[in-house]
């Protein structure tokens, strides 16, 4: 019987220090805190504004003189149902590139990669490293539908296969001055 007595006793004093913890540290300060920034709630401090699929285009455009805007996609009209999806992409455009002869492209319809291609932007670097993977996981043995994929943080630029190597490292050095 003596174990519970003991145990007991154990806890008595355990509870009494960790009161005596407590109430001491009250009666060091017994003015209330000064709100800072962070326990007032204020709002974080603005950052930059977020990367759109637009103004990556822009940055791209700007490198790759044959690329010309041809959509921007929205959640009415895209074609995979990704956008805004969870880990998916936030924003995405679709451009044309002029060294691509449209009677050379299986599939010519409005937006297709094949034309140009897309620019889908993530929230993360490893959401666009994902699809990335996923794309060419799922291309790489069906030759018709390849196509050259750049992730630069969290952008994800799809070219065209019908675009050169040479040609589509335009996207690539492009790619690297946006992300």
């Given at each position: 019987?003596?174990?519970?007595?003991?145990?007991?006793?154990?806890?008595?004093?355990?509870?009494?220090?960790?009161?005596?913890?407590?109430?001491?540290?009250?009666?060091?300060?017994?003015?209330?805190k000064k709100a800072t920034t962070a326990t007032a709630g204020a709002?974080?401090?603005?950052?930059?504004?977020?990367?759109?699929?637009?103004?990556?285009?822009?940055?791209?455009?700007?490198?790759?003189?044959?690329?010309?805007?041809?959509?921007?996609?929205?959640?009415?009209?895209?074609?995979?149902?990704?956008?805004?999806?969870?880990?998916?992409?936030?924003?995405?455009?679709?451009?044309?590139?002029?060294?691509?002869?449209?009677?050379?492209?299986?599939?010519?319809?409005?937006?297709?990669?094949?034309?140009?291609?897309?620019?889908?932007?993530?929230?993360?670097?490893?959401?666009?490293?994902?699809?990335?993977?996923?794309?060419?996981?799922?291309?790489?043995?069906?030759?018709?539908?390849?196509?050259?994929?750049?992730?630069?943080?969290?952008?994800?630029?799809?070219?065209?296969?019908?675009?050169?190597?040479?040609?589509?490292?335009?996207?690539?050095?492009?790619?690297?001055?946006?992300?």
């Open positions: 019987m003596r174990k519970p007595a003991l145990s007991a006793a154990a806890l008595v004093m355990v509870f009494a220090a960790m009161t005596a913890c407590v109430s001491g540290s009250d009666q060091k300060n017994d003015q209330p709002p974080p401090k603005a950052s930059a504004k977020e990367l759109t699929a637009s103004d990556a285009f822009k940055a791209l455009s700007g490198k790759v003189a044959s690329a010309k805007l041809s959509g921007v996609i929205t959640e009415d009209d895209d074609p995979n149902h990704l956008l805004g999806r969870p880990n998916q992409y936030t924003s995405k455009v679709t451009f044309t590139d002029s060294r691509i002869k449209v009677d050379d492209v299986t599939d010519a319809e409005p937006g297709s990669v094949e034309l140009g291609g897309a620019i889908e932007v993530f929230t993360t670097a490893a959401d666009a490293q994902t699809r990335a993977d996923y794309i060419q996981s799922v291309t790489k043995g069906m030759p018709l539908l390849a196509e050259y994929d750049f992730v630069s943080g969290t952008v994800l630029i799809r070219v065209s296969r019908y675009l050169t190597p040479t040609q589509s490292a335009d996207y690539k050095a492009a790619a690297a001055a946006i992300g």
